[in-house]
């Protein structure tokens, strides 16, 4: 029973293209070993990274390179199947990435922009079935993103949220 | 006449008989350079100070401008540490003495020039200022190597088992240079790389 699975994962490794294995490695991973590294801290409630950790300094670089790379894919997304990982990956990785308002803003209105999408419609005016699935999944996950900033964000990122909303 | 002088005023020396020949603070201090008993050795002394601090100027000057001699700038120990062994300074010399030669043929003798010509034109074209040849892929750094499933599949297992850090930056950058040559295309919408050929994939250069 195991073994057709496992010439099945093979044959879908194999099939899958370099960069669609690459983005794979990258935002199923990069979670982990940082959550690995610098694990969260509840303090007053809320999660947070420790700042006296003398592995911050290392995994900063790490994050805003990560979060800008995804940026870029989310203004430039491959496949609804990738903005789904994307979305629900980094989503993990929103508390340390809360002293970051610039990149914050910015990833708030990508999300925000990915969320307000209407579906797409086929040439006969009707909705394709799966691209409706998919689509409801992404809004989804961009939904759970923000309303995990306005959980462990402070006062200043809720209002960014609001009034991202909002405009 | 009066025995003694009287006058209506007193002369200073009366009240201090050694002020005719002191003089004051002010004075004594002007002239302290003319009554110094060592001003001929503090004079030497300066003299030989300036003239070698002169000469350490000069120096330098020298190696910036490249006409210092070949051991300037170089302390003894610094000499026996460096690899300028004696076949090298002899190369050194008979390099430096390659180019007056080598003007020497062109501004005289012209028929001997077409001669060597003929006879030895690497000696004619040799220069010895573009000896050493330099790598420009060494001045960028780093490797250069093909991204394929092999290296992924070994990012990954470190990344699984060890939780590396350096890989994942390895693979961040790797990401990231994908991501800007995928963007940085003539849009026309996103491109789909899911559906490009895995051949162009597998050749990117990190």
Known sequence: MERPIYLVCILFTCLMSVFDHLLQIAFQNTPEVVQYHLPLVKKDGKLQASPQEAKLAQIIPILKSFFRSTLL????????NTTLI??????????????FRKLMKQLISSILDI???????????????????????IKMAAFLWVKRVMLVGDRSLKQICLKACIS | MTRGRTSKFPKKSAKNPLGQITEPGEIQKRNKDKYDKNKVRNDARKAAARAIVLDEIAQKKAIEDGKGALF?????????????GDSQVSQIQEEESHKPMQGQLLDGNSSFYEFMKHIDQDFLELDPDGLECVNDEDKMGGLRFELN?????????????EKSLQTTKQILVALKNRIVQATGQPSYGAPD???MHPIHLSNVSI
């Open chain 1, 73 to 80: 894919l989310l203004r430039n997304p491959p496949s609804p």
């Open chain 1, 86 to 99: 994307i979305l629900s990956q980094t989503e993990k990785l929103i508390p340390y990435i809360t002293g």
């Open chain 1, 115 to 137: 969320w307000s999408q209407t579906d797409d419609f086929g040439p006969d005016g009707e909705t394709s079935k799966p691209n409706s699935e998919m689509q409801k999944h």
């Open chain 2, 72 to 84: 300037d700038g170089m302390t003894m120990e610094q000499f026996l540490r460096s690899d300028l």
């Open chain 2, 149 to 161: 499933m092999d290296i992924l599949s070994i990012w990954e297992k470190q990344l699984v088992e």
């Open chain 2, 193 to 195: 790389l899911s559906c």
